[in-house]
Every structure is written in C-alpha cells, then in structure tokens.
C-alpha cells in the first residue's frame, strides 16, 4: 500500500507559474508509474501527465504539452508538475496517481490504471 500527499497548489494569475509536488510513502518508489490527473468542476478527470519507475518515459495530454513538465525524484520519493504559463482552463483539482509496475519503463495514462490516488490538491488560475 502507497499513500500520496499532493502539495503545491494554490490562486495564481494567467500566465503564473506552480509547482505540484506529490509525496508518497512506502518502499521501492522506483517501481511505481506516476501519473497527474485533474478534474475541473462539473467535468470528468482527465489524465494531464505521466511518467515511467525509472523516469526515462513521460506522456502528456495535448492541452499541457510545452506548458508543463512531469519529473520525479526517487531518492526523496516524489513526483512533481511543473506547470508554466497557466491558463484559466487549468483550473482544477490536480490528483497525482500511483501503479507498480514490474517494467520500469512503463507510464499509464488511463485513470482506471492507476489503484493508488492523492486526495487531490486546487489550482485556480484567474484571468
């Protein structure tokens, strides 16, 4: 069992920048596929980023490519979304997610891949 605590979010202003960071307990870190989902009100949670055990491999949804940046650090076991240039649209309840995986090249970018979820953390964006 995998417990995430997401960080990070908070109001910012069109064109801002935050930084998410999710830290998870447990062993073997490098083993789990990481994956950001958000979900705005009203609106279904959808897949936003993802990144393979050994972070070699990432995905990300066509409405944040070039604007954010999913990362990991396996020696302080967390994921972190750097997210620039934010948009009003951004605005949501960002969840990071978590699924071991015995291939460490592996991400997921289905909700329904991942057993283990954050509590979920806000960002707003005001235009």
């Known amino acids: 069992q995998v417990q995430l605590v997401e960080s990070g979010g908070g109001l910012v202003q069109a064109g801002d920048s935050l930084r998410l960071s999710c830290a998870t307990s447990?062993?073997?870190?490098?083993?789990?596929?990481m994956g950001w989902f958000r979900q705005a009100p009203g609106k279904e949670r959808d897949v936003v980023a993802a990144?393979?055990?050994?972070?070699?491999?990432?995905y990300y949804a066509d409405s944040v490519k070039g604007r954010f940046t999913i990362s990991r650090d396996n020696a302080k076991n967390t994921v972190y979304l750097q997210m620039n240039s934010l948009k009003p649209e951004d605005t949501a309840v960002y969840y990071c997610?978590?699924?071991?995986?015995?291939?460490?090249?592996?991400?997921?970018?289905?909700?329904?891949?991942?057993?283990?979820w954050g509590q979920g953390t806000q960002v707003t964006v005001s235009s």
């Open positions: 447990g062993r073997s870190f490098s083993s789990y596929a």
């Open positions: 990144i393979s055990g050994n972070g070699g491999r990432t």
């Open positions: 997610a978590a699924r071991e995986t015995l291939y460490s090249g592996a991400y997921y970018f289905s909700e329904d891949a991942y057993p283990y």
